[in-house]
């Protein structure tokens, strides 16, 4: 990868690659890349681009969007649960806590779930570029 803001790379080009990537796929702290460059064999043109864009997005991705919708929605039933039930809404400092609950658990969510489907695409482009080779031979394997 690159030195510095805007010039990271990721470079997809054989087993290692893919095993870095992996081992690079945590929960916090990834690095952010700019671009995703896939050259592995076995895939068409179109195929390394769409792995490349999925990887980028995967890679990137810090989970705020599930922590939002996450602190919309329990927004949502605080404010909505009274109108549809005789249940009371609670006082604000139970709301409050709710609501960072829910932003917090979301956003945890969201990384837990883009760490899964980034080591999935990992593994789904490993077993590709081991079926172009016809087998594996236990090296660089990502697990």
Known sequence: MGD?????????ADGGDLRRAHD???WLGRPRVERVVVTLPGLTEAERQRAGQRLRALHN????RTGEL????TAAAVWLAPLAS????PGWPVVLLLLVLAAVGG????LARSRHLLR???RRLRATTERERGGHDGRNRVP
């Open 120 to 122: 999935e695409e990992l």
């Open 70 to 73: 996450s602190l919309v929605l």
């Open 107 to 110: 956003k945890l969510l969201g």
């Open 24 to 26: 690079t796929a945590s």
């Open 61 to 64: 991705d810090c989970g705020c």
């Open 86 to 89: 005789p249940v009371p809404r």
């Open 4 to 12: 510095g803001p805007g010039t990271d790379v990721l470079v997809i």
